[in-house]
């Protein structure tokens, strides 16, 4: 007589192999929910919730340097402990949509300064279809904004 376990069947070996495949499944439960009626408030409203840790002076930053208001009604949720054992909390927040569109536009604009100010010869112009980099009047193109005889303005050509 042998001493080998009973071969299970085929359907409780596969159920044992296929727990946790890929990571797909943990995405939704790493985000903090907001109730549904708080949700729905806010939109009628025209403002978007977001959830804020209590850490260092974050929370004083958005709600006295910046437009962000807590929401009545929602107590804070414990997310997490801070370094001295105490417990770090998230707050909900909102904020008016048309401020959020401002904020946006305005890191958009200094980006394109910033971007079209590594760019030499060039210059934003405004256009019907938006603001587009344009050659300056009286040359010939442009060029990346690099020293001719460093090996950045090459590239990855082949120097014969």
């Given at each position: 007589m042998t001493d080998q376990p009973e071969r299970q069947g085929r359907k409780a070996e596969v159920a044992q192999r296929r727990r946790r495949r890929d990571q797909t499944a943990f995405g939704p439960s790493l985000k903090l929910g907001i109730p549904e009626e708080i949700t729905e408030k806010l939109a009628a409203a025209g403002r978007s919730p977001r959830w804020v840790n209590d850490e260092?002076?974050?929370?004083?930053?958005?709600?006295?340097?910046?437009?962000?208001?807590?929401v009545a009604g929602v107590d804070p949720v414990?997310?997490?402990?801070?370094q001295d054992g105490t417990p770090l909390?998230?707050?909900?927040?909102?904020k008016p949509d048309e401020f959020i569109a401002e904020d946006r536009k305005a890191k958009e604009d200094h980006?394109?300064?910033v971007e079209a100010g590594m760019v030499k010869g060039k210059t934003l112009v405004k256009t019907a279809?938006?603001?587009?980099?344009?050659p300056?009047?009286?040359q010939a193109g442009a060029e990346i904004y690099v020293d001719k005889a460093s090996s950045i303005g090459r590239g990855n050509q082949i120097l014969e």
């Open positions: 260092g002076n974050r929370m004083h930053q958005l709600t006295k340097l910046d437009d962000w208001d807590k414990i997310v997490g402990t801070k909390k998230a707050y909900l927040l909102s980006r394109r300064t279809e938006g603001e587009v980099l344009a300056i009047q009286g």
